[in-house]
């Protein structure tokens, strides 16, 4: 086997391969961007071996530069891109259209103009909208099942077979000249320069460029941006290191990079510096507008229509997005219109299974009408969108603040006395029973006192029926996390996915089974609010047996949550002794009375 090449002979004959004729010295200078003395020095030394003659690259030059041929591409693409909202929400970003070209179209394009025609696409999100691509250009797809709880680490481990002379691409990459070679020297992570502050990764060098490290956030810097090159000798260490990592939990939230970094010292990589406005990632639209500002001309976006009828303004008037914390069910994102910021509410895959949207925009009319939630702007009530007011410098409750937890019941009390009727109904027993039905799918409820517990529960609810308490609109979801308080002291009671008609004492069971900071003391000056003045004795044992009823309910949930594989933590003691602790006590209560 022949000696590999070094830098300069490799630039030198794949210069002299490129070309379509015999080439000079100083042709080859300005090629390679070699100094003309160090090019003169390495086609004497290559004239030597055979691998050119007459200036130009023979048989056996070309066989030398085989090694180095890339074999194949991997672009990823399977993931959400919460920072590009609300655009993601729609479509996966690789598929959007700028200026005129769709971005992983146009990759694939600049990819078989160097000849690079194996092309693997790993998609997860939304995956259908990549696979039109088998067709258009012969790309195979591998589908990432993990692509919502596995970070990028997972693409490539998907595809770890294939890694060899590979190109490793990102699906919504625009290049504006096109960075691919048919053959290239050595793995490299491309570049560009950043002047001043940034929070990208910032690249570490050492001699001759080689990636020593990288650092979140830097200035007057090198960050990794991009594309980049495995060549064989990085892939199949890279593969080593990820056999033995992959498995691992601390590996699960990883980018490759990180996996890469942590192993740099073993993994030799250099990096590839671009000039400015080569290579463009875009990590909001904002970004991208600025890139394109024809962009919105060629969106075909229902968000955008949504938003544009329900507030009457221009769709290239609405800007500042950026993802909120997303939640179980939904993802929402700001956006702002002029100098009124708002939120966007898009309905996660599935949620027309688990939340009665009817019954859902009955309840946030009810609310902004009674002045309970003022956030509430519009939405639909069959497509599960939603435009919401965002509330700048808000928090959540604080039921230590006296004042703050004063008018959260305040609140509850004002939507009870609305004398409002809801469509959806909800009960802690039977939502506590239907858990209970779904717990015994996975094999008999064995847990030590439980059926006792139950039956209890069971003569619980019976006399706190018999009460003759009534039934009344309801949050149902009613602790501090749905509240937003303003930096001027306004309260808004906000998410209104399970609202309903229940019992009178069903939020203040929420309130303090889901309310850590709840404690007996809280829980009592809860319900003075609530009433504006101590509670009778047979109030105050209602709304107390509604704290049972809450936390056995949630405790069935737990037990079933943990049943499908998931860890609901101190949650799962915590419900069970809300539902255990006074319920002999309140039967005590009741069943001497009787």
């Known amino acids: ?6 830098e300069p002979q490799f630039h030198i004959l794949n210069a002299m391969r490129a070309a379509t004729g015999p080439l000079t010295q100083r042709d080859l200078a300005q090629a390679t961007g070699l100094s003309l003395g160090t090019v003169n020095t390495h086609v004497r030394r290559i004239e030597t071996t055979g691998l050119i003659a007459d200036r130009s690259l023979t ?4 066989e030398a530069l085989t090694p180095y041929k890339v074999d194949n591409a991997v672009i990823m693409a399977a993931g959400l891109s919460s920072r590009f909202a609300p655009i993601s929400y729609e479509r996966p970003k690789g598929t959007l259209r700028v200026r005129g070209e769709v971005l992983i179209e146009r990759q694939i394009e600049q990819l078989h103009a160097a000849g690079i025609t194996d092309v693997t696409v790993v998609v997860g999100y939304k995956k259908e909208y990549f696979f039109y691509l088998i067709e258009k250009y012969g790309v195979d797809i591998v589908v990432n099942r993990e692509y919502a709880s596995r970070n990028n680490n997972g693409s490539l481990w998907l595809v770890r077979d294939r890694l060899a002379n590979t190109y490793v691409c990102s699906s919504d990459d625009y290049f504006t000249t096109n960075p691919f070679e048919p053959y290239v020297y050595q793995a490299y992570y491309s570049a560009q320069y950043i002047a001043g502050p940034t929070e990208e990764w910032c690249i ?7 990636i020593t490290g990288a650092t979140v956030g830097g200035a007057d810097t090198l960050v ?3 594309h980049v090159y495995f060549d064989r000798a990085f892939s199949t260490r890279f593969n080593q290191v990820l056999e033995k990592v ?14 890469y970094l942590d192993h740099v010292k073993e993994l030799d990589m250099v990096v590839r510096p671009y000039p400015e406005g080569v290579i463009n990632e875009f990590d909001s639209l904002d970004e991208l507008r600025a890139f394109d500002p024809g962009f919105m001309e060629n969106l075909d976006s229902e968000v955008f229509t949504h938003i544009a009828l329900t507030l009457g303004c221009d769709p290239n008037d609405v800007s500042d997005f950026y993802p909120l914390k997303q939640g179980i069910t939904n993802l929402s994102c700001h956006f702002s219109v002029g100098d009124d910021e708002y939120v966007y509410r898009h309905p996660g895959a599935g949620t027309e299974k688990m939340v009665d949207r009817h019954a859902e925009f009955e309840a946030l009319t009810l609310a902004r009408d009674a002045g309970v939630d003022r956030t509430f702007v519009d939405g639909d009530v069959d497509k599960g969108w939603k435009i919401s007011r965002f509330v700048p410098g808000s928090r959540n409750l604080d039921v230590t603040i006296p004042d703050e937890l004063r008018k959260a019941m305040r609140l509850s009390r004002h939507l009870h006395d609305a004398g409002a009727e809801m469509t959806r109904s909800f009960d802690f027993v039977e939502e506590g029973l239907r858990y209970e039905a779904l717990l015994s799918d996975h094999g008999p409820i064995e847990v030590p006192g439980y059926h006792e517990l139950r039956e209890k529960v069971l003569r619980l609810k019976a006399h706190a029926d018999a009460d003759g308490f009534p039934r009344v609109p309801s949050h149902n979801d009613f602790f501090p996390p749905n509240f937003l308080v303003a930096q001027d002291g306004h309260i808004d009671l906000i998410d209104w996915e399970y609202a309903g008609m229940s019992d ?29 003045r101590v509670p009778t004795a047979v109030e105050r044992r209602h709304f107390w047996a509604y704290v049972v009823l809450a936390g056995w309910c949630w405790y069935v949930w737990a037990l079933l949550k943990e049943a499908e594989g998931d860890d609901v933590g101190e949650w799962l003691l915590t419900y069970y002794r809300y539902a255990v602790d006074d319920i002999d006590t309140l039967l005590a209560q009741y069943e001497n009375e009787d």
């Open 59 to 62: 048989p056996a030059g070309l």
């Open 1 to 6: 086997m022949a000696a590999p090449l070094t």
């Open 246 to 259: 992959y498995h691992r939990p601390e590996t699960i939230p990883l980018l490759w990079e990180s996996i």
């Open 224 to 226: 990794m941006l991009g």
């Open 504 to 532: 009178v004492a069903a939020d203040f069971g929420t309130m303090v089974v889901c309310t850590a900071e709840m404690d007996e003391a809280l829980a009592e000056q809860a319900l003075e609010y609530y009433f504006k």
């Open 204 to 210: 570490q060098t050492g001699p001759a460029g080689r």
